[in-house]
């Protein structure tokens, strides 16, 4: 892969640049970005490098510090009228965030510690034993590559992945890599547990019964991913994660100290600082188009940095099996004469299927369903 370093270097690589070629041989290593950062790599390749405008299409980092990222304390959450309390926090962060954290959740900090330490377990193991496990085929019950649409997004980010199925029928133990296997199953448990919790708040602040979230089905599916962001030479030209919005219900992010994740509000990029013990909640474009517009779905990102690696453990909320053919649409209850529908019904897999083809190329997969 090229190293740029003048005008004439420019046009040559122009001429010998060959995307998908090169895309295709990085990807035939199954070694990741860690594989490069491991090879000691000075340069970011081409096939990660960001346009310009991409990484500062917003003001800048700093002066999003104005706002005040919301933090929910969920201590006395079964109490009233704490419990009421909560409910309108979690209404007023979802309409004007999108995203949340939340402490005294439940979770004990052993747990997640756990969970932090198996994701860095086997993104560090052996290369030829993590080999086994890479895998573009959506179907595996367990899968670990390099970016999920590398093919089909604009530009790669800097961060490998494994992604594991984890509801709503728990894997058996040979479909998941031992050293992360009791981590996983573990935590993934807890968070079912406070996953249920999160969409009865939910459901209370659209003003429908409790369980109205759970009984559509939308704590029925569970997907946990184990992110890995190497430390990166360039991280000016390249990015983490790109901008984007989650394709789920909701999402529980757990992330380490490193930090790096930033919300788009009011046309501000925002980071989200680590706090211990604590975990973000962010709404995913299935609960924005059931509560028609109500709840947002934001665009965040994830920087990449020259510290590192960074680890985080991201659980989406979904219907559980990829080929469903369930039909999801706005909340009847929620419309009315001055509030029509804003979207077409769509099955889940159709809205995948668009979000595959796609890949996180900066647009939201909303756009597609929108009347």
Known sequence: MEVINGTADVVAAELKYHRESELMAFDDTKAGVKGLADAGINYVPRIFIHPKDDLRDSISRSEGAQFKFPIIDFDGLDKDPIRQQIIDQVRDASETWGFFQIVNHGIPVTVMKEM?????????????VK????????????????????????????RDSFYCTMAPSAPNPEEVPQVCRDALMNYSKHVMRLGRSLFNLLSEALGLKRNHLKDIGCADGLAT???YYPTCPQPERAIGTNKHADNDFITVLLQDHIGGLQVLHQNHWVDVAPIPGALV???????????????ISAEHRVLASRIG??????CFFTTGPYASSKIYEPIKELLSEGNHPKYRAFTVKEF?????????DGNSALLHFKK
């Not at 085929?137 to 997004?153: E, G, M, P, Q």
């Open 116 to 128: 932090l330490d198996g994701v860095r377990q086997f993104h560090e193991q052996d290369t030829e």
């Open 131 to 158: 080999k086994l496990w890479y895998t573009r085929n959506i179907l595996k019950r367990f899968t670990y590559n390099c970016n999920f649409d590398l093919f089909s997004s604009p530009v790669a980010n800097w």
């Open 225 to 227: 991913l184990g992110h």
């Open 281 to 295: 909640v962010n709404i995913g474009d299935f609960m924005q188009l059931l509560s028609n517009d109500k709840f």
């Open 309 to 314: 690696p960074r680890i985080s453990v991201a």
């Open 352 to 360: 995948l299927d668009h979000v595959l083809a796609k890949g996180l």
